[in-house]
């Protein structure tokens, strides 16, 4: 990607409007006339609607992991640590960037196709949070790290969702203590 200067003014767009309304129900009309530009500027710069999508999966996908990472290598290195470190980030994103819930998860519900290009994307995201959530399992000596790593990946993500609905507005430091609860027994609950 050639990222002009009109090109990132489409991408934060359509970033926004995305997220906002949908992948779906927001048009390239929509997006050029908010970044400014014509619809001949955001097809020159990205080819297609499909590629300005793959792209704010991307970056949205990048800047979490960046968020992440900052967040886990802040966290003492223990394995409890480490785990809070996870549902705390998320609650704390979800605060400030997720008032419409998960992006990957609101995309899925649009894009379940596997040969979308961004459906790679989409769940990629959950595959490298669920490898997260195995390394610690492992590194906490769970006699079945992948077991472990399976339900704390389900837990955070139906913590994220309810959140993410309104429904229940803290339950990512209600998961996370549950998580904590069983990390600390290295065993499934």
């Known amino acids: 990607m050639d990222w002009t200067p009109k ?3 489409i991408l934060d767009a359509a970033s926004t409007l995305f997220y ?3 992948i779906h129900a927001v048009g390239v009309d929509s997006i050029a006339d908010a970044a400014g530009v014509t619809k001949r500027t955001l097809y020159d710069r990205f080819g297609s609607k499909e590629q300005v999508v793959v792209e704010y999966l991307r970056a949205r996908n990048a800047a979490w ?3 992440l990472r900052s967040r ?3 966290a003492d290195a223990t ?4 785990l809070a470190a996870v549902f705390d980030a998320t609650r704390d994103w979800s605060a400030d960037r997720g008032h419409k819930g998960c992006a990957m998860i609101n995309a899925h519900a649009e894009i379940s ?3 979308h290009p961004a459906h790679p994307l989409i769940v990629g995201q959950k ?3 669920r490898d997260l959530l195995r390394s610690i399992a492992t590194d906490a000596g769970a006699p079945d790290a992948n077991a472990l790593a399976q339900r704390l990946f389900i837990l955070h993500e139906g ?14 430091d209600a998961a996370r203590d549950v998580a904590l609860e069983m990390i600390a027994g290295q065993q499934p609950i």
Not at 79 to 82: S, T
Not at 159 to 164: E, M
């Open 7 to 9: 090109a990132r003014l």
């Open 127 to 129: 595959h490298d949070l």
């Open 79 to 82: 394995p409890d640590a480490q």
């Open 20 to 22: 906002e309304h949908g």
């Open 113 to 115: 196709d596997p040969a």
């Open 72 to 74: 886990l290598d802040a």
């Open 159 to 172: 913590a994220l969702v309810t959140a993410g609905m309104g429904v229940e507005p803290d339950a990512l």
């Open 65 to 67: 992991q960046e968020f």
